[in-house]
């Protein structure tokens, strides 16, 4: 395994129509946010970016440089983690509500 690869993709929604987007390594990530809109760029987005850096550096692990990215996407609403989960209590068939 490349020691820049994810152990588990960012899943990436960009919209309710869109493909989700599966970000699987470092490089893809950096790639990612060079391509944000600059005027949106701010603090969450500066520290995932660092955090990409220093792991192409080899200065942190990929799955730090992931933790980061995944939060830079959370906040900016884009984490696709609507994982179905059954709610206490219900039956499994009507179980499963998006987490958004």
Not at 24 to 37: C, G, I, K, Q, Y
Not at 41 to 65: D, F, H, I, T
Not at 68 to 89: C, E, M, N, S, V
Request: glycine fraction near 6%; charge should be positive; include cysteine.
């Amino acid at each position: 395994m490349n020691r820049l690869q994810f152990f588990t993709p960012v899943r990436i929604a960009r919209g309710h129509r869109e493909p989700v987007e599966e970000i699987d390594n470092v490089s893809e990530a950096m790639t990612f946010l060079r391509h944000w809109p600059k005027g949106r760029r701010g603090p969450v987005y500066q520290c995932a970016l660092n955090c990409c850096a220093a792991a192409l550096a080899g200065q942190m692990s990929a799955e730090e440089a992931r933790k980061a990215f995944k939060g830079f996407a959370r906040i900016t609403r884009l984490l696709d983690d609507d994982i179905a989960l059954p709610i206490r209590g219900e039956r499994m068939d009507s179980a499963y509500t998006p987490r958004r």
